[in-house]
């Protein structure tokens, strides 16, 4: 329904005033109402309301900082400005309001994340040039608008992985800049797995001597074939600290994951006593899943995470903390085949304490022990979890929050059960997937799967979801695993702009989401992340040149078709 009144909106504001309007805000905000004429910014005065908090203050200064330097002039503080900042303690933290008339810019907000995102609505509503840092022609012109947003859901996130590919501070902040642009609001931050540990943890520096090196990487997609160069790179708990306060003073929460009882190979090759086998244990060099995880039967692990978690939870501030969870009993040629908690005296003791009989089950079970473990001792330290949706696989309890990675089902058993869940279901949302089936003109990327730009604009997290679930589903989240991502530029071709395809799904209403107006946005996006020097995919739109060229695995296209057709 909206989408009819925004559209009659600029339609009728345009005939006022005899021009076209433009309006490319992504993601495009809840209520807006454009009015006939224009409010002009460059050397305008402004007026800050000395309620505004540190934090606000800062967001608000940066952007004036980012006008002062796009359009050459300066603003002249003043008691009563014509650009009026305001602090409105009626609206939610999350929750902004825009007023531009001829004479006044309004902006009101009640905390940082309002203020931070009314200011990045009014840099879109911009000239590109406001996200570089020379001064270009402008016009540094508002138009008269009224603007009432917030978002759908309070959870927008993205995950980056650092452990397969490390990713500088540097980068980081790029990654964290772009995702402030479109009011993403969580970064979820894969810091450990079996290819390399990345925070550098005290207690325990061999995690960071041996576990944040490996002796060479995988050579495309034969695992069977790596490269003699040693890789790898952490961050110190310095640099970890600056970047949670750099995303935080963007409104951006840092939710870090230190992912077990699987994926663990880096740490145990740093401390080969932690597994069943007692190792030798080697950084691994290519992807995919390794046979080796954490000891649960070894009270010693609860010993090493509980003083892993002392540290991670100094150094970020989250409500949460993600441990992983995920494909623990994977590195084998068959389901049924062993994994080391069924050979290792020290776990068999365990599943005997707990009562757990043999067989595939078990090892749920066992997971489910460890789970709860560590979600004890994280709540010790006032935290809670987060885990991907194989921690449902045993009988965990209300209190977790889930993950839905493999489809939607983890997000829908999570429901069922009282449990909060966020939504990151890999058909949709897993953005190191292809970009286009023309594969041989893409990177190379993860498997075959095709997920362009409009698809990850149609997934709808409450399909399929029971009633009720509004209750529970957080959010949604997109993924960037970086097996095959090495460089800084295809980082940013991988996120972008498939990134503002996933915030919108997290900001705007289902019924005022619509591909053809985003996808006229998605121009001005480009040329915003040319001004902020960011890689991105300009030919997303993922149809492109299909009927020429016949995609590698004719399965997966098949399923992409039908699937985007019905
Ligand atoms: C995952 O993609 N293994 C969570
Ligand atoms: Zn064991």
Redesign the pocket.
């Known amino acids: 329904m909206k989408k009819f009144f925004y559209l009659a909106a600029a339609f009728l504001a345009a005939a006022c005033a005899g021009k076209p309007q433009e309006f490319h805000v992504i993601p495009m905000p809840a209520d807006v109402s454009i009015n006939e004429g224009s409010f002009s910014l460059k050397g305008t005065s402004i007026s800050i309301d000395d309620q505004l908090d540190e934090a606000s203050l800062g967001a608000v200064l940066r952007f004036v900082d980012a006008l002062e330097t796009a359009s050459g002039a300066q603003l002249r503080l003043v008691e009563d400005g014509a650009l009026r900042f305001i602090v409105n303690p009626n609206l939610a933290a999350e929750q902004y309001a825009i007023n531009v008339t001829k004479e006044h810019a309004d902006v009101e907000a009640s905390a940082l994340n309002g203020f931070v995102y009314a200011c990045e609505t009014l840099k879109q509503m911009l000239p590109a040039a406001i996200y570089g840092n020379v001064k270009a022609k402008g016009p540094w012109v508002l138009p008269c608008v009224s603007i009432l947003d917030q978002p759908r859901f309070g959870y927008r996130g993205v995950m980056l992985d650092a452990a397969r590919h490390f990713w500088s501070v540097e980068e980081t902040k790029k990654v964290i800049d772009a995702m402030a642009a479109f009011k993403m609001n969580r970064l979820h931050w894969h810091l450990t797995d079996d290819q390399g540990w990345r925070i550098e943890i005290k207690a325990y520096p061999k995690l960071t001597e041996v576990g944040a090196w490996r002796a060479g990487t995988q050579i495309g997609k034969d695992q069977s074939q790596w490269d003699d160069v040693r890789y790898g790179g952490f961050y110190t708990q310095d640099e970890l600290r600056d970047v949670v306060a750099y995303a935080a003073e963007r409104g951006i929460t840092i939710i870090p994951e230190i992912d077990l009882p699987g994926h663990m190979v880096a740490a145990l090759s740093a401390y080969p006593e932690l597994g069943c086998t007692g190792g030798p244990y080697e950084v691994r060099k290519i992807w995919g899943i390794a046979l080796d995880i954490l000891c649960a039967g070894n009270e010693e692990i609860y010993t090493f995470i509980d003083k892993v978690f002392d540290e991670v939870t100094d150094i970020f501030p989250s409500e949460y903390v993600h441990v992983g969870g995920?494909?623990c009993f994977g590195g084998r040629r068959h389901k049924m085949d062993p994994v080391p908690w069924d050979n290792c005296p020290k776990c068999k003791a365990l599943m005997r304490k707990l009562h757990i009989k043999p067989g595939l089950q078990a090892r749920h079970l066992v997971q489910d022990y460890v789970t709860r473990r560590v979600q004890k001792i994280l709540a010790d330290k006032g935290r809670k979890i987060i885990g991907?949706d194989e921690i449902l696989e045993g009988n965990l309890e209300p209190g977790a929050t889930v993950m839905s990675?493999r489809g939607t089902a983890g997000g829908e058993k999570a429901v069922a059960k009282g449990m909060n869940a966020i939504m990151s279901p890999?058909k949709y949302l897993y953005i190191d997937y292809y970009q286009s089936p023309e594969f041989d003109k893409e990177p190379m990327c993860i498997g075959s799967r095709v997920l362009p730009v409009e698809k990850v604009y149609g997934y709808e997290p409450m399909n399929g979801m029971p009633e009720g679930a509004e209750d529970y589903i957080l959010g949604v989240q997109c993924?960037l695993?970086t097996e095959y991502i090495g460089t800084n530029e295809g980082l940013e071709y991988m996120l972008l702009p498939r990134m503002c395809a996933a915030a919108e799904i997290g900001w705007v209403e289902a019924d005022a989401k619509d591909y053809a107006r985003f996808d006229a946005s998605l121009d001005h996006s480009f040329e915003i992340f040319d001004a902020m020097g960011v890689n991105y995919c300009l030919d997303c739109r993922g149809l492109i040149g299909l009927d020429r060229v016949p995609a590698r695995d004719s399965l997966e296209l098949a399923e992409y078709l039908a699937e985007r057709d019905q």
């Open positions: 995920d494909e991907w990675w890999n993924n695993w």
